[in-house]
């Protein structure tokens, strides 16, 4: 049983470049969620997918935007790339429920030069 | 404001002896609360979680976690530790207002020395 697989596992872009990040969830499950986690911090949330459809959002620009295809997997894009962009993007899966933990790839890494 | 805070950057334990990560929290209501573990270049990976019942709770590879109402905290234990525990472990709070959102804390980095 496959878990989350994220790609690339690493990118290097230069500032004011485009990049599109990319996941599949976990099998069976429906929901996508997307985190930035900068060097020596733990992640913060940049939005969740579910249903195709961003259902909530964190404290990040319009520069990231994302979508979830109808198998369920999900891309990440980021527009106008600043240094401090670089970080390892992580993205998570679950299924529906309040109780359900997020199940983590193992990230990409991008830096921004 | 949510907010999760580990209070050690670090925690240094020798192998064979109990550990403890610290993990409080400032959310509103009874939040779901979950311990997660991150080895070198990896993502994070699920140890275990407190939805209700029990105050121990117990995980993945040994791992258990004591929630404790009164002081918003959620301290990970361990009655003795590998080297192989070694690795950088993150406490995070789901609150039920909200529950499409995680709050993580910052980390706190275990080093169990042989």
């Known amino acids: 049983d496959a878990g989350v697989t994220q790609s690339p596992t690493h990118l290097i872009k230069t500032r004011g470049q485009q990049v599109t990040l990319r996941c599949s969830p976990k099998?069976?499950?429906?929901?996508v969620s997307w985190y930035q986690q900068a060097l020596g911090q733990g992640p913060q949330f940049i939005f969740q997918?579910?249903?195709?459809?961003?259902?909530q959002r964190g404290n990040f620009p319009d520069r990231f935007s994302g979508h979830q295809f109808p198998n369920y997997s999900s891309e990440l894009n980021v527009n106008a790339l600043l240094l401090g962009d670089s970080a390892l993007y992580l993205c998570?899966?679950?299924?529906?429920?309040?109780?359900?933990?997020?199940?983590f790839g193992n990230g990409t890494r991008l830096t921004v030069t | 404001a949510q907010s999760v805070a580990q209070p050690e950057d670090q925690v240094n334990v020798a192998e064979g002896n109990p550990l403890t990560v610290k993990c409080t929290y400032s959310?509103?209501?009874?939040?779901?609360l979950f311990w997660y573990v991150q080895y070198p270049n990896r993502g994070l990976q699920f140890l275990l979680k407190?939805?209700?019942?029990?105050?121990l709770v117990k995980g993945s590879y040994g791992f258990e976690a004591e929630f404790n109402k009164s002081q918003t905290s959620f301290h990970l234990k361990k009655p003795s530790a590998l080297v192989s525990d070694s690795a950088l472990y993150f406490c995070?709070?789901?609150?039920?207002?909200?529950?499409?959102?995680?709050?993580f804390g910052s980390g706190t980095k275990l080093n169990v020395k042989p």
């Open positions: 997918y579910y249903e195709e459809e961003e259902r």
């Open positions: 099998s069976g499950h429906d929901t």
């Open positions: 998570a899966s679950s299924r529906g429920g309040y109780n359900s933990p997020l199940h």
């Open positions: 995070a709070v789901r609150p039920l207002y909200n529950f499409n959102k995680f709050y």
């Open positions: 407190y939805i209700t019942g029990d105050n």
């Open positions: 959310v509103s209501g009874n939040p779901y």
